[in-house]
């Protein structure tokens, strides 16, 4: 995870001290807005507000950046919120000047918005208009990005919010976006987000001594982000192509064994399998069955299989009736809507003395 930037876990301290709230705005992809508002509660933090992608926080202490939540996509400290202006860009002139900005962090600074609903402005009016109203107040030197260029590499992040009820205004306390993950220096085609990866590992409830496999495990994001989350387990990832990534992605002594092999041919007993095969995109497999019939034989009864899946593959896994699905959680990701499904081997139904007799062959 980045860590924070001098100076922002302190802030968040001094005004809890001096008995201000601080507020955090969380960004995540689309679907996980629940999962990562009970990672934040679980953390002891306060979610106010859950809308689609976002969730407004507030921190009980400055663990919310020292120890950032990993399923959030990017997380940034509320200095303004006012009425969302509408669609009029004088109301949204009005509305920016309206932003009480003193105290924010000098420097060089470049600004991202986005808006919810129909607007006579575009997201480059938001950003030159709060970016120069900083400037203004901050002394700071504001980075436009109307025209194509790259903000420079040393500055800070403003992000501003118009979710049709508030404008947030607030500064990412990272230097990069809270999903760049420090590990993940190699990727393989298809690579998982890792706030995805980071999601299937909590809803796989992964417990101590647990045996963890991932037989498709590219460059090992899944059980990367799963060891982060649950490190008293021992993990092995498979994959049919290079290991290379993984390997290289993986710190000394971690408890991961990578291993070169076929999903098809599977040996062990597992508690959890936790997965992306490929969808089919820019990877392909064909059918489902062949794995999901090796993933049955591999699993404790009692084991449980995270698997993000493309609506068909996700289709065959709930009409097989070799599985109880427990949950299923619609994602957007890399421009597809996977589905992340959670299941159990469905146990054989007891025989009934009624079907005992029916069936003198079972007895
Ligand atoms: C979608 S990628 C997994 C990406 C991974 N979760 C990550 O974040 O890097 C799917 C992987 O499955 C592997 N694969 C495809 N067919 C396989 C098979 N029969 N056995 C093992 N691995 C296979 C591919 O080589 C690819 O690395």
């Known amino acids: 995870m980045p860590s924070a930037r001098l100076g922002a876990a302190e802030s968040i301290t001094r005004a809890l001290c001096i008995g201000e709230q601080p507020m955090v705005l969380v960004r995540t992809v689309t679907g996980l807005e629940r999962l990562a508002a009970a990672e934040l509660t679980a953390a002891n933090h306060r979610v106010i507000d859950l809308s689609k992608r976002q969730l407004i926080v507030e921190p009980t ?6 120890n950032p939540p990993r399923l959030a996509d990017d997380l940034f400290i ?8 509408g669609r009029t860009r004088a109301a949204l ?4 000047n309206s932003l009480d900005l003193r105290g924010c962090p000098p420097g060089r600074l470049a600004v991202s918005a986005s808006f919810q609903g129909t607007r006579n402005y575009n997201r480059f009016d938001v950003e030159d208009l709060v970016g ?7 002394g700071s030197r504001y980075h436009s990005r109307r025209n194509g260029t790259a903000p420079p590499t040393e500055r800070v992040d403003w992000r501003v919010v118009l979710d049709g009820t508030t404008m947030w205004v607030g500064v990412r306390p990272f230097d990069v976006p809270l999903h760049r993950r420090e590990y993940r220096r190699h990727t393989v085609t298809g690579s998982l987000h890792p706030p995805v990866a980071a999601a299937m590992a ?40 290079t290991i290379a990534a993984a390997r290289a992605n993986t710190a000394d002594h971690a408890p991961i064994h990578w291993r070169t092999g076929n999903a098809r041919a599977l040996a ?3 508690d959890r399998i936790v997965t992306n ?46 599985w109880r699905i427990h949950d299923v959680y ?29 069936c003198p062959v079972a007895r």
């Open 61 to 66: 202490s400055a663990t919310i950046v020292t």
């Open 202 to 241: 909590r809803i796989a409830n992964i417990g101590e001594g647990h045996r963890v496999v991932d037989p498709f495990c590219g460059a090992g994001t899944l059980l990367l982000e799963a060891q982060a989350i649950a490190p008293s387990a021992t993990y092995l990832g498979i994959d049919k192509a």
């Open 330 to 358: 619609d994602v957007a990701v890399a421009g597809q809507h996977p589905r992340i499904l959670v299941a159990e081997p469905a146990r054989p139904r007891r025989s009934t003395p009624a079907a005992a007799a029916r």
């Open 93 to 96: 002139t009005a509305a920016v």
């Open 277 to 322: 095969p490929p969808w089919d995109v820019r990877l392909g497999i064909g059918d489902l069955a062949p794995y999901l019939n090796q993933w049955r034989r591999v699993l404790k009864p009692d084991g449980l299989v995270v698997a993000i899946l493309n609506h068909e593959q996700a289709a065959r896994m709930i009409g097989d009736t070799a």
């Open 268 to 270: 062990g007993q597992f």
């Open 78 to 85: 509320v200095q303004a919120a006012v009425t969302d202006p």
């Open 132 to 138: 120069e109203a900083v400037q203004r107040l901050a």
